[in-house]
């Protein structure tokens, strides 16, 4: 009978503790619970059946929950719900995924609505410095024209057609030499060192806001 | 119950526990009870046993100390609590300040010249 209600007795200690630290983040919380019910099993070392008593005395020496929630106070991370709105852990994450799909599908109206709120929560989030947001703002649509404009001109002009099917005028020089052969090359590169320049912008977009959010 | 065991106690504490929480771990590493009941053994340092674990969680956290379960002889095995580098120094750091504040703080409380 002893034992059950020593054990009853320890749950029930720790989970008043558990409920008096639910302010803290998840993580910590049950770092502290299990220090805690660490402290008991050890005290508690080398009797399968603690009697009450002794359960009694180690838990008054623990004290009060609400006595060791309050040594959490201040120095921990704020409440979930303390966090202002725009400062919360989905923002960073939120705002560059809505820059990424907007500018990626950009044709799509849906999109285009999503890469406009996702610089309206940029600017109005206090998670990054205006330069940030600027940033933010510019690179996805410069990078998006980047890309468009120059596949845009060079389908327009068809070099290496006429360099190979126009017939050579006397007083026209046309240097075809490599040009066949290479001139795709920089089309493909291009492409790719400006997502490849996107990525990082997106990375440092994401990391810096993250690092601001309050803690 | 020490007198004063209010808010006044409490921030001196705030100030101070966690150091000495630090220079009993260089001394030797050790296991959570046993801390606690080093601690608690005079009523000063800390109010009741359980605040250690706040702060202990708070330590390891910061990279102040580290933890490593070992083997107890009568039990179950046993989180013991090792100082770390970085607490070394922080702990260093504290006592550089708070040795000439103490002394300070006795000079004015009994008038002694500095």
């Known amino acids: ?215 | 119950m020490v007198p004063g065991d209010g808010p006044l106690l409490a921030n001196l504490r705030r100030g101070a526990l966690e150091y000495c929480v630090l220079a009993l771990l260089r001394r030797d590493e050790s296991y959570g009870l046993d801390i606690a009941q080093a601690l608690s053994s005079d009523g000063v340092l800390i109010g009741s046993e359980g605040t250690l674990y706040p702060l202990l969680s708070r330590l390891r956290r910061g990279g102040l100390v580290t933890t490593s379960w070992r083997e107890s002889p009568a039990g179950p095995p046993r989180r013991y609590y090792t100082l770390t580098t970085k607490g070394t120094a922080a702990l260093q750091d504290f006592e550089q300040v708070w040795v000439p504040f103490r002394n300070a703080v006795d000079r004015a409380l009994t008038g002694e010249p500095a």
């Open chain 1, 1 to 215: 009978m002893s034992t059950s209600h020593g054990i009853d007795q320890v749950d029930r200690y720790l989970r008043e503790l558990s409920a008096a630290l639910s302010g803290l983040p998840s993580s910590e919380r049950d770092d502290v619970v299990a220090g805690v019910r660490e402290h008991i099993d050890a005290a508690l070392a080398g009797t399968d059946d603690p009697a009450a008593a002794d359960v009694e005395r180690v838990l008054r020496d623990l004290g009060d929950p609400l006595a060791i929630a309050a040594e959490t106070t201040g120095r921990y991370p704020p409440r979930a719900d303390a966090v202002p709105l725009l400062q919360r852990e989905w923002v960073p994450a939120a705002v560059v995924l809505s820059l990424v799909l907007g500018t990626v599908f950009f044709w799509a109206v849906v999109s285009l609505v999503l890469w406009v709120l996702g610089v309206v929560l940029l600017w109005l989030s206090p998670l990054w410095r205006v330069g940030e947001k600027v940033l933010g703002t510019l690179a996805f649509p410069g990078a998006a024209l980047a890309i468009a404009v120059p596949s845009l001109v060079t389908v327009g002009s068809g070099s290496d057609v006429d360099c190979v099917s126009a017939p050579v005028r006397s007083d026209e020089v046309i240097d075809c030499a490599g040009d066949g052969g290479t001139s795709w090359l920089p089309m493909a590169l291009w492409p790719a060192v400006v997502v490849a320049i996107l990525v990082g912008v997106s990375i440092v977009l994401w990391r810096r806001g993250a690092a601001r959010i309050p803690r």
